[in-house]
C-alpha cells in the first residue's frame, strides 16, 4: 500500500515533492489535477487545500500544502532527506529551505503570472525584467553558496532537499514563461550552480520523478518541456 498520495500537474511544485520521494525511495499514488479542467476549484479539491494550488501531499490523516512544508515533513520521516532535528545543518536547511520557498520561488511566480499583478502587457514586461534581475542575482548569490561546500551542495552537511528546489527553480526560470525565459547562458556562467544541476540530473531519483511527469532529458541544464498526454494542461 503506497504510503503517500500526491496530487499534481506536470511540472508544478509538485516536481520537487515528487523527487523527494523518489529519493526517499517511498511508494506513493498520485491524482493528476488537471487545471485546464478547473480541477483546482473543484469541491474535493478545495477541501484539501483551500487555495486550489499545488502540490498537496497525503499521508494518512495528514493532508499537507506549501513546497516548503511537505519537504520539511519529509525531512522529519526519512533520513536521507537532510538533516533532522538535533542534527548539524539543521539551521542550515531552516534558512535555505524558507528562502527558495519565500524569495527565489515566489519571485519566478512574479514572473509567471506577471499578468496577475499588473494591468496592462507592458507593464507586466517591465515587471518581469525587473523580476528577472533580482533572481540572477539570488542566482549568484546560491552559487557562491554551493562554491563555499566544495562545490557541492547548498548545504554545508551535504545533500538534501534544498537541492531539489533549488534545481526544479532553476528549471523553471530556464523555460518559463515561454516567450520570456531567462536565458540558460545565466545558469552556464554560475560553476557551483551547473556543477549542482549536472550532478542532479544524473541522479535515478530525479530522471525517474521528471518522466513520471512526462519530462524528457536533459532535466535540468538546458531542459525540455514536459510533454503530457493529450488533454492534460499546464496551464
Known amino acids: 500500500m ?17 523527487m523527494a520521494l523518489h529519493e526517499a525511495g517511498v511508494d506513493y499514488r498520485e491524482v493528476l489535477v488537471d487545471r485546464g479542467r478547473a480541477e483546482q476549484r473543484s469541491a474535493s479539491f478545495l477541501a484539501l487545500n483551500p487555495q486550489g494550488l499545488l502540490p498537496v501531499l497525503e499521508h494518512g490523516d495528514t493532508v499537507l500544502f506549501e513546497t516548503a512544508a511537505i519537504l520539511l515533513y519529509l525531512v522529519d520521516r526519512h533520513v536521507s ?15 535555505w529551505l524558507f528562502f527558495l520557498s519565500n524569495t527565489l520561488h515566489a ?71 515561454k516567450d520570456d525565459a531567462v536565458d540558460q547562458a545565466v545558469i552556464d556562467s554560475l560553476p557551483g550552480l551547473r556543477g549542482l544541476l549536472d550532478r542532479l ?28 498526454p493529450e488533454g492534460s494542461v499546464l496551464g
Open 201 to 228: 540530473q544524473s541522479r535515478p531519483s530525479v530522471g525517474a520523478a521528471c518522466e513520471r511527469e512526462w519530462i524528457e532529458p536533459p532535466y535540468l541544464l538546458r531542459p525540455r518541456m514536459p510533454e503530457p
Open 81 to 95: 532527506l537532510g538533516p533532522r532535528i538535533g542534527d548539524t545543518g539543521r539551521g542550515d536547511l531552516y534558512r
Open 107 to 177: 519571485e519566478l511566480r512574479l514572473r509567471f503570472y506577471s499578468r496577475r499583478y499588473v494591468s496592462d502587457e507592458a507593464q507586466a514586461a517591465g515587471l518581469r525584467h525587473a523580476v528577472a534581475e533580482r533572481l540572477c542575482r539570488h542566482l549568484a548569490m546560491l552559487d557562491d553558496r554551493i562554491s563555499d561546500n566544495a562545490g557541492a551542495w547548498l548545504l554545508a552537511s551535504g545533500f538534501s532537499v534544498c537541492d531539489l528546489y533549488l534545481a526544479a527553480c532553476c528549471r523553471w526560470l530556464a523555460i518559463y514563461p
Open 2 to 18: 503506497a504510503d503517500y498520495t500526491l496530487y499534481f500537474s506536470p511540472d508544478s511544485a509538485n516536481l520537487v515533492v515528487r
